[in-house]
């Protein structure tokens, strides 16, 4: 048995409109590692994220989630196990209030009583958000909702957390945190963002899509000092590893 | 689209309220819904030309806002904010209605005239009412609260929804119609046209935010039915408060509280 979590194989989607969103991506994610998924606006991103816990299935090819292909018969099993945190907070944070929004996953999964209220308490504890439990969604600022989105995934204990675009939006102390907290979780984890920057941090590894395929796939360090790579891309090298602005050292 | 985004405002407001701790906030919802229907029903099943024996009736939402601390002249301001809409109801009473039924003195008050106070009592002792209940409840209790009353769950997933993504489509709604006035260099800019375009957009872009809610549901699980809310307890003080309250309004809608009182203070007057 090899250790990889998730496997996607040749994936190929068209959308009905006819855009090939994605033409061939193949790459694989190991227990443990969090993995940079970048690229340009249309890249491709989002929909490879769609594919992750079968929001969209494949037109050709799969994704693997330990080891068995995901369709329409594991959707349930795919979802538990694929933590989805969404780009726009709002999307994801339905329900009255904030212990609702993160007890609804495990109440679904069948969790009641302290046993829920312990899950709930712990999702919280972990993205520092215990003292919002009783607030209403409306009523938080770009930060909170984006920690809160995060515990609402964490609180269904997932093998994988997927996240797109988390520092989006952030102002620079939210942002700060937000690195703190992914750089602390032990999940496997994919990343998608702009934000080389955080991406440099939190992951070791970077996958290069553009036009629908897979461009690179190596260590972050090594590919964010490909410029070439990254200016046939659409991408630049991260602030923190350009020169100076003053001295241009 | 200041007045949009003060009345959202507004609105958070009186759902903070609800987050009071005082006896009658912790009453179970229940309790408080129950009392106001019964409340409302009594009111507005009064004759048209009833307006003495509706006056008792705001010791309901006057005992609630003391009781609850909440800020009068708050609610009072926006129970004024309906005003205009009983008015408009009522206004052409006077007009019509012109039979003489009641002498003060030398002034003669018309049917009309009664009707249309009348009119405009009921609706400030309903919506006061129904202000109270939310301030002190909170809108979500209510809707749980229905539910466990007998209302189907679709009706409260969709009045939940719709409290919830109000403020997401206002926001919405208010920064494209500040787009579409900073462009228009205060002319008409396309007029109505471009209102329906904007309307058109907002709608596509809730239609697609409805699909991404849907995936994020999905994602946790959803199967259709939310998972139940926790139980409250509707113990004896709830039962006392409906009684109390239900017994009080019956009475109020039995016997004219106001003439009560009058003949107890005058009675023994010559």
Request: some cysteine; glycine content about 8%; aromatic content about 8%.
């Amino acid at each position: 048995m090899s250790h990889h979590i998730l496997e996607i194989d040749h994936l190929r989607h068209v959308y009905p409109d006819g855009t090939e969103a994605l033409r061939e991506v193949t790459f694989s994610v190991c227990h443990g590692e969090s993995v940079a998924v970048i690229g340009a606006n249309g890249a491709g991103k989002s929909t490879l994220l769609a594919h992750l816990n079968g929001h969209l299935l494949p037109h050709s090819g799969e994704v693997r989630i330990g080891h068995a292909p995901v369709d329409r018969s594991n959707l349930h099993e795919a979802r538990r196990t694929v933590g989805m945190v969404f780009h726009d907070p709002d999307d994801q944070l339905f329900m009255p209030t904030v212990y609702e929004d993160v007890a609804f996953g495990p109440m679904n999964l069948g969790l009641t009583g302290v046993e829920l209220q312990n899950c709930v308490a712990a999702a919280l504890r972990r993205v520092d958000a215990e003292h919002l439990a009783g607030k209403a969604p409306y009523n938080l600022s770009a930060g909170e909702k984006r920690r809160v989105a995060i515990a609402t995934v964490l609180s269904m204990s997932p093998d994988i957390l997927v996240m797109d675009e988390p520092t989006n939006g952030l102002d620079p102390y939210a942002r700060r945190q937000l690195i703190g907290l992914l750089k602390d979780f032990h999940h496997s984890k994919i990343v998608t963002s702009h934000d080389l920057d955080m991406v440099l941090e939190v992951c070791e590894r970077t996958v290069v899509l553009s036009q629908g395929v897979v461009r690179a796939d190596g260590p972050t360090l090594e590919i964010f000092r490909d410029e070439a790579l990254l200016r046939e891309c659409r991408l630049e090298k991260p602030l923190s590893m350009q020169g100076c602005p003053v001295c241009g050292k | 689209m200041a007045s949009v985004h003060g009345a959202l405002l507004d609105l958070k407001r009186l759902d903070q309220l609800a987050a009071g701790d005082t006896a009658v906030h912790r009453l179970d919802p229940r309790a408080k819904v129950l009392a106001t229907l019964v409340f409302i029903v009594c009111v507005v099943s009064f004759g048209r030309y009833e307006l003495s024996a509706l006056i008792p009736f705001f010791i309901f939402p006057v005992c609630l806002i003391a009781a609850g601390r909440l800020p009068a002249g708050y609610l009072a301001a926006k129970v004024a904010l309906v005003a205009p809409f009983a008015i408009a109801v009522g206004i052409c009473n006077p007009l019509f209605d012109r039979t003489v039924l009641v002498h003060l003195g030398t002034l003669d008050i018309t049917g009309g005239w009664l009707s249309f106070a009348s009119i405009v009592v009921r609706t400030a002792l309903t919506v006061a009412a129904a202000l109270t209940l939310t301030a002190l409840t909170g809108f979500t209790s209510i809707c749980r609260a229905l539910v466990r009353l007998g209302m189907p769950k679709a009706f409260a997933m969709q009045l939940l929804f719709l409290y919830r993504y109000l403020f997401v489509l206002a926001e919405e709604g208010g920064r494209a119609s500040r787009a579409r006035e900073l462009r228009s260099f205060g002319r008409k800019g396309s007029g109505l046209a471009s209102y329906a375009s904007l309307l058109g957009h907002l709608l596509l872009r809730t239609w697609q935010r409805a699909e991404r809610m849907h995936m994020a549901m999905l994602a946790r699980g959803y199967t259709g039915t939310f998972p139940a809310a926790q139980v409250g307890r509707f113990g004896a003080r709830e039962v006392a408060f409906v009684l109390f309250w239900s017994a009080l309004f019956i009475i109020l809608r039995l016997y004219n509280g106001a003439e009560l009182l009058g003949t107890l203070v005058t009675g023994y007057l010559p």
